[in-house]
């Protein structure tokens, strides 16, 4: 059997870099907050990429509970288009997750 080729985009080279003490505690606990090991944070900050905090377990919950509205909607939407009219009780609650989305923007 062949050997099995090199991933070319191994991350294969070392490069050490002197700081403070100070800026390794911050960038450690900066790296810590966006889930990353310090390489990966710096590697990133160095190509200006934006390094976001993972959402916590309460955005994840309100994630997946706007996911499953929109696939409802979505559903809805299918059949009302399938049958070319629109009840007057789907467009209420249109109108209510409107005006909940409106409000969920200004927080």
Same mark, same amino acid.
């Given at each position: 059997m062949a050997r099995p080729r090199k991933n070319?985009?191994?991350?294969?080279?070392?490069?050490?870099?002197?700081?403070?003490p100070d800026e390794l505690n911050l960038f450690t @606990?900066?790296?810590?907050? *966006?889930? &990353?090991?310090?390489?990966?944070? !710096?590697?990133?900050? #160095?190509? =200006?990429?934006?390094?976001? @905090?993972?959402?916590?377990? *309460?955005? &994840?919950?309100?994630?997946?509970? !706007?996911?499953?509205? #929109?696939? =409802?909607?979505?559903q809805a939407v299918r059949k009302l288009n399938s049958m070319n009219k629109l009840d007057p009780s789907f467009a209420a609650s249109l109108a209510r997750l409107n005006a909940y989305l409106d409000k969920a923007e200004g927080i």
């Open positions: 070319d985009n191994a991350l294969s080279v070392r490069k050490e870099i002197r700081m403070h @606990a900066k790296a810590k907050r *966006a889930g &990353l090991s310090v390489s990966e944070f !710096l590697r990133r900050a #160095g190509k =200006n990429v934006e390094i976001k @905090a993972p959402p916590s377990g *309460a955005d &994840l919950e309100e994630v997946r509970a !706007l996911n499953k509205i #929109g696939i =409802n909607i979505n």
